[in-house]
C-alpha cells in the first residue's frame, strides 16, 4: 500500500510501522469509520472483515438501515481507522503521561456486497476471525436469506495507509529514578 503526503506520519515520524498495518487490522476488532454527509463529518464505529489474502480490501458490516453503510456503498471517499490500545503509561510529570498503542489510519472508496453467496463466505470469515473455531451449521445456524438480505456489507478498496505506534515506559525526566517523588510505570493492557 502506498504513503502519500495524506497519510505521511508527521507528529513523531519514528513511530511509523506501515509494515505492520496488516497486523494491526488482523488484531483489530472495531473500526471507526469517517465519512462527510451532508456537509456534517461522522465518526461510526463498525465491525469489520479484514484478510492478509486480500490486503487492499477492508469489509465493513451493518444494517441495511444504516445512514452510514448506505452512503458508504455509493463510493464515498472514506477514513478507516483501527487502535489497539496496550498500555497505560503515568510518570511523574504530568506531560508524559501516555499510551502505548498501535494504530492503522486507510483511506479508500466503498461498494456494496450484493452477491448472496459472496455475502454468505465474507460473513462466515468474519465471524471466524471475531469467534476463533465457530463454525456454520455447527455452532450456530447458517444465516438465512432474509438475514443476509437485511446486513449489508461494504467492500472498501483501500487506496492508501500507514500505521503508527507508541511502545515502552514514560519519558519524563525523573521517571528512570527510583528516589524522585512520585510514581511512574506502564499498565498493561494486552490480554485483557
Not at 510501522?17 to 487490522?25: F, R
Not at 479484514?50 to 477514513?79: E, F, Q, W
Not at 486507510?106 to 462466515?124: A, I, N, P, Q, S
Request: some cysteine.
Amino acid at each position: 500500500m502506498k504513503v502519500t503526503e495524506r497519510t505521511n506520519i508527521k507528529n513523531h515520524p519514528e513511530r511509523t510501522v506501515t509494515d505492520d498495518a496488516p497486523d494491526i487490522l488482523l488484531a483489530g476488532m472495531v473500526a471507526h469509520v469517517g465519512f462527510v454527509d451532508d456537509g456534517m463529518p461522522f465518526v461510526i464505529p463498525l465491525s469489520y472483515h479484514y484478510d492478509a489474502n486480500t490486503p487492499g480490501k477492508i469489509y465493513l458490516h451493518g444494517s441495511v438501515r444504516s445512514r452510514a453503510m448506505n452512503l458508504l456503498a455509493t463510493g464515498v471517499p472514506v477514513c478507516v481507522t483501527v487502535t489497539l490500545t496496550e498500555g497505560l503509561v503515568y510518570s511523574r510529570k504530568a506531560m508524559n503521561h501516555s499510551i502505548n498503542y498501535r494504530s492503522v489510519v486507510l483511506f479508500g472508496k466503498g461498494r456494496e456486497v450484493v452477491d448472496e453467496g459472496r455475502k454468505f463466505d465474507l460473513f462466515d470469515k468474519m465471524v471466524r476471525r471475531y469467534f476463533p473455531g465457530r463454525e456454520v451449521g455447527k455452532h450456530y445456524d447458517a444465516p438465512p436469506s432474509a438475514d443476509l438480505g437485511a446486513t449489508a456489507l461494504v467492500e472498501v478498496d483501500i487506496e492508501e495507509w500507514n500505521a503508527k505506534a507508541r511502545h515502552g515506559g514514560p519519558t519524563g525526566p525523573d521517571d528512570d529514578n527510583p528516589d524522585a517523588p512520585g510514581s511512574a510505570g506502564v499498565v498493561d493492557l494486552r490480554g485483557v
